[in-house]
């Protein structure tokens, strides 16, 4: 805190490990910190990851092989200096976590146990509780907050930021509504307004998200004019049980040795990737899509017999072990994946774009800031590295705690140097005049939207199938709605980031990482030229 002044005042909107870091680092920096979230504080996304946190935390591994891992996999589209940063701060902040109380699984020697997930070329992959890494990680940080001096509200819904000319000075929230109740709205003054709102699976028919990922705060940035990149690029997980509600088969799974099989028992990912199962995450998904097409739209299998392959028993209590959550999903869809392949297909999972930051969490915004998945960084470029999503939120999430009190004193705002991907302006996105409206128009509901984006801004795209869902999106728009519930809000911005993610996906012609254009040519996957490095800014 600087001297002489009343504390700075932060609000951070998100309950995830990017808004929970931001909120610690910021409290114990001096700021006056209150986080808002629209559920209660552990009912975010943080709490599904399953895989683990990446991090240089062996002598045996380099920060280099991981930043080339990171940009390799995000198709030559990352900004090396963002990931030198995730790399080389990773591993203070996964220490930090240890401080806090995360027990990272350990061999008997009391050595952290190495995992491996796809296009890592070293096990530096941290788990917890076998495959709950996201909830012991969310429950240390939540614990920490609540000993913090930090002012929580729960069920707080961010409606909009507050905007004094150019600069964001605050938060618009409906706070307390239920099913019965409609709430209350409370305006919150703040020097500082940092979005950690998470990302946008609800967009998606299939999603591994949960409900509360609805692009909240990507669309309230927009609405100030934040500059937003990359939206294009949405990261679909390969594998989740095609039984029941989507849920998430990690990535580990894969990294232990599970292969996948089509209909014929063929290892078909190979095909596609000499890496096969452990090729990037985009490549193994859109494999996996495609099989699938071939086959009638059947499921392809996940087979785990490699892991113990002699012994069904002995699989079944390593995976048991190894693997608690997704074994007691399986078996609630009365599977049994310890003797048979399970069913699995792709999934929304993680959105690679957001708002545009600096390497401090700043936007092109004064006063606001983004982390999280919420935020561009420009880690991820056009495809995720498994298991860097945390990592990007505790690093980031300390980077932007760190330097908010020191902003508040500085008189000019350095939002982000680099230049964004060109991002579809919101009258490019609301433009329906390439494509007429549907006639006629089918009256708007979530599941049709989130039907409309699967099918037209999906997997594999093409113009004609952006073209028509981008109308779609346009005539939803078009017609009146006044939203008053906290639901009506979030299907607001729903439609405003689906809208610019569509015009974002017409807009990049060329297919890469993620974002694959089946009507025209791909780019070749190539990380130059931005594996020539410079050190961190
Ligand atoms: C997984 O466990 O496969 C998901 C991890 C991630 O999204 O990085």
Redesign the pocket.
Known sequence: MTSGRAPVRVVVVGSGIAGLTVALHAADAGCRVTLATKDVLEHANTRY????I?GVMFPDDRADAHLQDTLIAGAGLGDPAAVRVLVEEGPARIRELIALGVAFDRAADGTLVKGL?AAHSYPRILHAGG?ATGTAIERALVAALRTAEIRILEHAFLVDLIRDGDRVVGVDLLIGETDDAEGHRLRLDADAVVLATGGAGELYAHS?NPDVATADGIAAALRVGAAVADLEFV?F?P?TIAVGTPF??????RGEGAILIDDDGRRFVFDAHPDGELAP?DVVARAIARRMEEQGGRPVLLDVSPLHPCDASARASYLARRFPTIDAAVRERGLDWSREPIPVTPAA??LMGGVVTDLHGRTSVPGLYAVGETARTGVHGAN???????LEGAVFGARAGDVIAGDADEDAWTGPGIAPAPAASDSAASDPSSSPFPDPVPAFSRPLLQRAMWDGAGLVRDDGGLAHTAALIAAWRAQPRTPRREKEYEDENLLLVAAHLVAAARARTLSVGAHYRRDTAPTPRSPAPNLVVEGSS
């Open positions: 990851a399953q895989g683990g990446a997930e495959d591994t990261q997980h594998t998430l088969v990690s990535e580990a799974v995450r999972h993680y995720r590295l498994a298991s860097n999503s945390l």
